[in-house]
Nanobody, 110 residues
Framework: QVQLVESGGGLVQSGGSLKLSCTYS????????LGWYREPPGNVREWVAV??????EYADSVKGRFTLSRDLAGNTISLQMNNLKPEDTAVYYC?????WGRGTQVTVST
């Protein structure tokens, strides 16, 4: 059974930091793509950071502030988010091989 569980979301002031984690299971040993996406209030889901065989790419809006890391032995991916802005407010989802978690809320106050 495939399972992805995000954690680490919460309320933070503008300029603050949060680290999201995603632990996955039931996916197997071949990881093709993994990454983080977000769904801002009233908007569609958008990609934030994605890792594949071509490397790691970041959306322009988070480049230089967010860092994706992987612990494949521990079946965990993380997203370190620094210098957070109110426009980063969203539900954040992790994805591994096109499987999805249920998301974790990140709220950035002014």
């Amino acid at each position: 059974q495939v399972q992805l569980v995000e954690s680490g979301g919460g309320l933070v002031q503008s300029g603050g930091s949060l680290k999201l984690s995603c632990t996955y299971s039931g996916i197997g040993s071949r990881i093709y793509t993994l990454g983080w996406y977000r769904e801002p209030p009233g908007n569609v889901r958008e990609w934030v950071a994605v890792h594949s065989g071509l490397g790691t790419e970041y959306a322009d809006s988070v480049k230089g502030r967010f860092t994706l890391s992987r612990d494949l032995a521990g079946n965990t991916i993380s997203l370190q988010m620094n210098n957070l802005k109110p426009e980063d407010t969203a539900v954040y989802y992790c994805s591994v091989n096109n499987e999805w978690g249920r998301g974790t809320q990140v709220t950035v106050s002014t």
